[in-house]
């Protein structure tokens, strides 16, 4: 059986994933699924580095601007809704260009997803109250005991992670890593993936290119953005998933004023380098267990490189899938 293609385009962030997703968009029909866990937001702009509006529509874009601020989103629901856009694109004679960072979104797509309760909205309140007085260390400290595996691959800060493990181990009365163990991943993906990482063979430029890119954010207006956001939803705080993505959560300090603005500038860069380099360790490690070609993403010849790889490949898959 001849599985349709499917275009995996992934990096960290300032790799300039979304040009090379339009230097592809002028060589093959595609239409591009967000796979960008912050752009999923409406209103959050400046702050993701959301394609402009003329971008939007030139080319069909997907999964970009679906949800408020105040609403959460998990990979589980990505990989349905992107499983249905897949399929209503080749429905049209085009090829899925996914196109992000967010590699647990990737790795839901090529390996499925265990079979987790749901999110407990009482039980998350409690935990976040509880992390309010004691701190997200302490909650990790709390973790270790319960589950010891989980605990020690989660940074002590990364409360949102926290959470979801004492979540599940307090729902289920087991440890997170016996639950993924025990329970079925969903079915394999009905596509031929064609994967590209945009890595850089220089990490101080890449660093370079995020520390102009978050003083740019800064200049074209990320703290009004945020202000506006904490006036359109009275009820939105730093609990909420979309406040912990990088760059709005110092934003968020430095309106609250706990933070100057110099402050401000170097935590936004730091915390968008140690994203970048979450983001590097995702891709090494799918790598080990699936085909993905690595283009150094500060080559002069990148756009060239890319659609010289890709070309033979997309011509040998759609000719299959024409017999």
Not at 63 to 77: E, F, G, K, R
Not at 282 to 297: E, V
């Amino acid at each position: 059986m001849h599985l349709p293609p499917a275009i995996f385009l992934m990096g960290p962030t300032a790799s300039g994933k979304s040009q090379i997703a339009l230097e592809i968009a002028a060589h093959f029909p595609i239409e591009i699924i967000n796979v960008d866990s912050a752009q999923i937001y409406r209103y959050m702009d400046i702050g993701t580095a959301k394609p402009s509006s003329l971008i939007l529509q030139q080319i069909p874009h997907h999964l970009t601007d679906i949800i408020d601020p105040v609403q959460h989103y998990s990979a589980a629901q990505f990989r349905q809704d992107a499983l249905e856009l897949m399929q209503d694109i080749t429905a049209r004679n085009k090829i899925p260009l996914l196109v992000g960072g967010t590699m647990l979104y990737f790795k839901a797509l090529l390996e499925g997803l265990s079979e987790l309760p749901s999110a407990d909205k009482n039980l998350r309140s409690i935990l976040e109250k509880e992390a309010s007085v004691i701190g997200w260390p302490a909650m990790h400290r709390r973790l270790l005991q319960l589950d010891p595996d989980t605990a020690k691959r989660i940074q002590p800060t990364d409360s949102q992670r926290i959470q979801r493990a004492l979540e599940i181990c307090l729902l289920t009365d087991k440890p997170l890593s016996e639950v993924i163990q025990t329970s079925q991943p969903s079915a394999d993906l009905p596509y031929h993936p064609i994967q590209i990482a945009l890595a850089p063979d220089n990490r101080s430029e890449l660093h370079h290119r995020i520390a102009e890119r978050f003083q740019t954010m800064l200049s074209t207006g990320l703290i009004e953005e945020v202000s506006s956001l904490r006036e359109r939803y009275p009820e939105l705080d730093t609990h909420y998933p979309s406040m912990r993505c990088v760059g709005y959560r110092q934003t968020w300090l430095y309106l609250d004023n706990q933070i100057s603005r110099t402050e401000l500038h170097d935590r936004g860069i730091a915390a968008t380098r140690q994203l970048a380099k979450r983001q590097l360790t995702w891709l090494r490690s799918l790598n080990k267990r699936y085909p993905i070609q690595t283009f150094d993403c500060l080559s002069s010849q990148l756009s060239q490189q890319v659609i010289h790889f890709l070309s033979p490949q997309i011509d040998k898959l759609q000719s299959h899938s024409r017999k």
